[in-house]
C-alpha cells in the first residue's frame, strides 16, 4: 500500500558527498516533499509555515539557475553567493533549514513519543528551534498554528494506510532530514552572523 512517502524525493535519496556536499537539486525537491507535508495538517493556520519554506526553496532554486557551475551543492551554492558579497540564498537556506529542523524534531518526538498528540509535539518543537528567531508579531502565528495540529491518529492515517511502512519510511526519511540540517548548522557556524 503507499504512503505519503512513495513517488517523491526522500532525504534519503539526497546524494551527501565525502565532504558533507549536500547535492542542491535533490534537496530541493526533498524540501518541496516538506511543504506538501504540511497539507496533510489540513489547517489553514499552516499556510504562513508553507509560504515561507516555499519562498526560501524559490531564492535558492533562483540562485542555482543563475549560477549553476557554483551551485552543485549547497555548501558551495552559498560559499559562491558570499563571495559575491550577495545573500539572498544563503539566508533563504538558513531559514528553510531552521524550518526543516522545527519540522525535524516535531516528527521525531511525535514518532519516538507514541502517545504523545501533534499539537505538544510540535509546540516543543517550536520552543525548541524557531521560537528564539521570531520576534512578538510571528510568535502567536505560529501558536495558534501548533494548536490547530489534528490528533495523532488522523495524522499518521493520512500518511498511509499501512502504518508498518509508515513508521518504517518515517523514520529511514527523518534520520535523513535530520543528518541534512546537522550538516547544514555546522556550514552556518562557519558564516559570520548566521550561525545558529
Request: net charge positive.
Amino acid at each position: 500500500m503507499a504512503t505519503f512517502f512513495d513517488g517523491k524525493r526522500s532525504f534519503k535519496d539526497v546524494n551527501v558527498g565525502k565532504d558533507d556536499g549536500i547535492n542542491t537539486s535533490q534537496f530541493l525537491e526533498a524540501a518541496e516533499g516538506v511543504v506538501q507535508l504540511f497539507d496533510l495538517l489540513g489547517s489553514a493556520a499552516f499556510t504562513p509555515v508553507k509560504s515561507d519554506m516555499s519562498g526560501n526553496i524559490k531564492k535558492i532554486r533562483d540562485r542555482q539557475l543563475a549560477a549553476p557551475s557554483a551551485s552543485g551543492t549547497l555548501q558551495s551554492l552559498t560559499t559562491a553567493e558570499q563571495a559575491e558579497k550577495k545573500n539572498n540564498a544563503t539566508e533563504g537556506l538558513l531559514w528553510l533549514n531552521r524550518g526543516l529542523d522545527f519540522t525535524a524534531q516535531a516528527l521525531r518526538r511525535s514518532h519516538t513519543n507514541s502517545t504523545e498528540e501533534l499539537a505538544d509535539s510540535f509546540t516543543t518543537a517550536y520552543g525548541a528551534t524557531l521560537k528564539k528567531h521570531h520576534g512578538i508579531m510571528v510568535r502567536p502565528l505560529f501558536t495558534v498554528a501548533m494548536k490547530a495540529c489534528p490528533y495523532r491518529d488522523t495524522f499518521y492515517k493520512k500518511l498511509g494506510e499501512d502504518q508498518k511502512a509508515v513508521k518504517e519510511k518515517l523514520e529511514a526519511w527523518l534520520g535523513a532530514l535530520e543528518g541534512c540540517v546537522a550538516i547544514l548548522n555546522k556550514h552556518y557556524e562557519g558564516i559570520q552572523g548566521m550561525g545558529k
